[in-house]
């Protein structure tokens, strides 16, 4: 096998392979980080569990069975978190079939199941859990019923959940900001079920309601999706005036109204809320013409008061999530943590914290593991100095006279500046073709920058580049990162990048032939790019001669191979397969032969060995010229000029030029019978 088959099976192999390539997060130690967990959303088919395997793992609380699972992790910001899967629908191009979605924790190689709930429908999943630990890593495992795979959208929300809402409006959940959040299970619809009589929603059947105070002028839109997308959802916003004057939701103050039976309706639609491209401000129940949910958003007065009323019409003991957008916010608390570094990445490090507040009564700060101070309640500043490197997390609650509470948070990583990496490499120099290791030792919690040339980077600590350009020789770069502290760059030098040679030869006399023991053979080398040969004659004996003679002292089969190397290692090889060295020397030509189509003695075959050129004709009785060859494999089939040969006798004449360069005749004559 030559080399540049042996490449091209081995470039074959790895292509095939990459294509059933794992997902890099198939298990819980490679969890894809979701580096923002406050309202993420990726693409639709973005993620995939395609050619993932089971992690071995007990299946979670909620799930048919364990299926082909990846996993992501992200940093708890709230005290609950949503997940939502979305997987095949009419409306997107994901694949996935029957998701399921879990939370973990995973501490000293132990893994917990956070155990909240789940509800699946039309291949949408959501999972919920509360009393979560802000600023503590958790993980979100996914997976599908019957092993199936294919691709999904996630949606992650880690948020801090509002008062449990009543079901009349005298017991409404006073809303602080515009953070999203979820809302798990609503059940009845309160002690009055027509607060909304006169609108769109003359009746409520399992009922929430919300309410809060314009901060500015601004608009204002939402998004409401069930926690089960079979479930028919509707909604009345309210405005109740300026700080609510102690009115009561009505008919006559109702400013929005959605109650269309989107669940039941062709096409179908759960979704609702208001957004800014629709026109109508009010939807009416059924399925009526151009009704998609979705009505014009608002624009909220500084000070007004407004009241939201959302119904669950289909079932009780299912929820919902809702999402606000616009420049309009709401009243309340407001804190936002400054922090700032001193000796940054040194061990003298020090972390200064402090706020900007306003409309708040109360200040709860908690500085997080490890702190030096772990708790205060005013503005500050506070300097704190860390005993323990990792991920921290610092939180302040700020609480107003109304009751309205707001978290913030700041997630941040105590690191100190790590040291210079030493580059580990699997060689000097190196080939076209083959493979450049480089690595440097692992860092909990790391990341690694490299770069090289022609604008090449990475991001692990351990890297296998393949050769394939010359363009690759050069500086290759690498900083270790922890935390925002990165290490003074370490290089290491790759020289130049050799080209392969190319081992070829032919032989004199060439090959194919018919030749005849003892038989010299010069073998005569066309390789490039070596400078260093190998040959083996197939007989037992090699050399290493540029351009050898070999003399082959016994018949049979020979296959030779020459071997080309550079300097440097590089290495090509080149092989022929079929010399082929009979008994004797003289020529063996019959007498007769009769081309009659019986298959039996059809051609004349002429059987001579060792001539480097070759010349047989054959005339008829006229001295006409009837066959031609210099094909010491060709023979003749008795027919000249496209038409059957006359029977009769026909003359010979045999030409050539021996391995001695000697040249030969041999004449004589022949029967053609049939």
């Not at 979705?294 to 909220?300: A, D, L, P, S, T």
């Not at 990445?345 to 709860?364: D, H, P």
């Not at 922890?482 to 070829?504: M, Q, R």
């Amino acid at each position: 096998m030559s080399t540049r088959f042996f490449l091209f099976l081995t470039l074959y192999i790895f292509f095939q392979n990459a294509k059933a390539q794992i997902p890099p997060n198939d298990d819980i130690k490679h969890a894809m980080p979701i580096k923002s967990a406050l309202v993420y959303c990726s693409a639709d088919a973005e993620f995939v569990n395609v050619n993932a395997t089971p992690s071995g793992y007990k299946k979670g609380s909620f799930w048919g069975s364990e299926g082909k699972d990846v996993w992501y992790s992200f940093t708890a910001i709230g005290t609950d978190v949503m997940a939502t899967v979305t997987g095949k629908s009419p409306e997107n191009n994901n694949t996935l079939i029957d998701p399921l979605a879990a939370f973990y924790t995973y501490k000293d190689n132990i893994l917990t199941e956070q155990i909240g709930s789940m509800t699946s429908s039309h291949n949408i999943t959501t999972a919920y859990k509360g009393g979560l630990t802000i600023g503590e890593t958790y993980y979100l495992r996914i997976s599908a019923e019957n092993e199936a795979t294919g691709t999904f959208k996630l949606c992650l929300n880690s948020y801090n959940p509002p008062k449990k809402p009543g079901q009349d409006f005298s017991s409404a959940a006073l809303l602080c900001n515009k953070d999203s959040f979820t809302e798990l299970s609503i059940s009845g619809a309160g002690q009055n079920n027509r607060e909304a009589a006169g609108t769109c929603l003359s009746t409520e059947s399992n009922s929430a309601w919300y309410t809060w105070v314009a901060a500015n002028n601004g608009n204002l839109g939402f998004t409401i999706m069930p926690t089960s997308t079979t479930d028919d959802i509707d909604w009345v916003l309210f405005d109740l005036g300026p700080g609510g004057n102690l009115i009561t939701p009505s008919a006559t103050n109702a400013i929005r109204c959605a109650a269309g039976s989107g669940v039941n309706c062709n096409p179908r639609y759960y979704l609702t809320g208001m957004n800014s491209t629709s026109v109508d401000v009010t939807e009416q129940g059924g399925c009526l013409p151009n009704q998609d949910g979705f009505v014009k958003e608002i624009e909220m007065i500084e000070g007004h008061q407004y009241a939201l009323l959302i119904d669950n019409f289909s079932n009780g003991n299912n929820g919902f999530s809702i999402a606000f957008d616009g420049r309009g916010e709401f009243l309340g608390p407001k804190s936002t943590i400054i922090m700032k570094t001193e000796n940054a990445c040194m061990s003298s490090q020090k972390f200064i914290f402090t706020t900007e507040a306003n409309n708040y009564n109360s200040l709860n700060w908690s500085f997080g593991t490890g702190a030096s101070m772990a708790n205060a309640n005013t503005t500050g500043p506070f300097e704190l100095t860390y005993t323990t490197a990792g991920m921290k997390t610092v939180t302040l609650e700020a609480i107003s006279s109304r009751g309205c509470r707001t978290v913030s948070s700041q997630s941040f990583y105590v690191a100190l500046k790590p040291d210079q990496p030493v580059i580990s490499s699997n060689g000097t120099s190196f080939c076209l073709g083959s493979n450049l290791e480089l690595s440097v030792p692992e860092i909990p919690d790391a990341t690694y920058l490299w770069t090289g040339p022609a604008g090449f980077s990475a991001g692990t600590a351990t890297l296998s580049i393949p050769i394939n350009s010359l363009t690759q020789s050069g500086d290759y770069t690498v900083s270790v990162k922890v935390g925002d502290c990165i290490s003074d760059a370490a290089v290491v030098h790759i020289p130049a990048i050799v080209k392969n040679p190319v081992a070829n030869f032919q032989t004199d006399p060439a090959i194919p032939g018919k030749f005849a023991a003892p038989t010299p053979v010069t073998f005569l080398n066309r390789s490039l790019h070596a400078d260093r040969f190998e040959w083996d004659f197939g007989d037992g004996l090699t050399s290493t001669e540029y351009q050898p003679t070999h003399i082959y002292e016994k018949p049979g089969t020979y296959q030779i191979q020459l071997r080309a190397f550079t300097r440097n290692g590089c290495a090509d090889s080149f092989t022929v397969r079929n010399l082929v060295l009979l008994n004797g020397t003289e020529p063996l030509i019959p007498n007769s032969f009769s081309p009659n189509g019986d298959g039996i003695n059809d051609h004349l075959n002429i059987n001579v060995t060792n001539l480097k050129r070759f010349s047989f004709k054959i005339f008829n009785r006229y001295g006409d010229e009837v066959f031609l060859t210099t094909n010491i494999f060709n023979s003749w089939d008795g027919r000249w000029r496209n038409n059957p040969a006359p029977v009769g006798a026909y003359y010979y004449v045999l030409d050539g030029v021996d391995l001695f360069n000697k040249e030969v005749r041999y004449n004589g004559s022949i029967t053609l019978i049939r």
